[in-house]
């Protein structure tokens, strides 16, 4: 047996609500004739009489009130279809998957997705903590639609790089310490510091900046979120190094004291997507506001 046809469905709901073929006819903007034809095939598919046609009234057989009572849920279904499959295509609504280091502030990610959910409501970003280079992989894979990773990465087929933000590192200290107007790797080296954990782009680009001044001092802690590292400076366990971005909201804070590094350390990220001749229109939207947050 074909499928049901939806418009002879919607003929056969009308006659149940307006109780005649020229009513239907009328709200449908069919001609008389279409709306029996469609009865008469809708019939003759089901191999079923649905319409007592009355003198003044068509009533409904209790086959016909059976299949208008499920017919409205399927009308219902079609529509909420129609309307998925247009705010897909529109992007405003789909899931986007994105990988996010260690590094990318804890101040910056509730922002976007602010300005995501003010401009596209229907787009769900899942976030995944996830290291530079195993985004990369990822993104190759199609397991992520988009990263931020630490810059520069090595180019790779059908994977699209553009530069986002280029944060300077600052030290967040103790309260407590007697601390120069600008840090320097050698009064640093000689005191408690907490690092990002080994192999990620931030632990890479603090020991870059000590071994360029001829120092390699092992960090008192290594941890993988922002958060725990500032957490230790306003405990008066240790400094920590973190971007500018990070630390902006405890500028204020009687805990702890912000001071700039010399010589400058700045913290290179880039945006990753996997680069399709038909970007789908989600992931645009996503790519949009992290362009509007860079720097």
Known sequence: MRNLNLDQLQTLIAIADLGTFAAAAQALHLAPPTVSLHIKELESRLRAELVVRGRRQAELTPAGEALVQEGRKLLAASDDLIELVRRRATGLEGLVRVGVSAGV?????????????????????????????????????????????????????????????????????????????????????????????????????????????????????TLSYPGALKSLAAASQSAALLPLEEVEDQQHSPGVQIRPLHPTLMRPMAVAHRHTPAPNPAMASVLQVLAEFAS
């Open 105 to 221: 502030s804890t101040r910056l990610l509730p922002m976007m997705l602010e300005a995501l959910g003010r401009r596209s409501p229907g787009v769900e970003v899942r976030l995944e903590a996830v290291g530079s280079a195993d985004a990369m992989l990822r993104l190759k894979a199609g397991t992520l639609d988009i990263a931020i990773v630490a810059s520069p990465q090595p180019a790779a087929a059908d994977i699209r790089l553009t530069p986002w933000r280029n944060d300077p590192m600052v030290a967040l200290l103790p309260a407590a310490w007697q601390a120069p107007e600008q840090v320097t790797p050698e009064w640093l080296a000689a005191r408690r510091w907490a690092s990002f954990a080994p192999a990620t782009q931030m632990h890479g680009l603090i020991s870059a900046w000590f071994g360029q001044a001829g120092f390699h001092p092992r960090p008192f802690l």
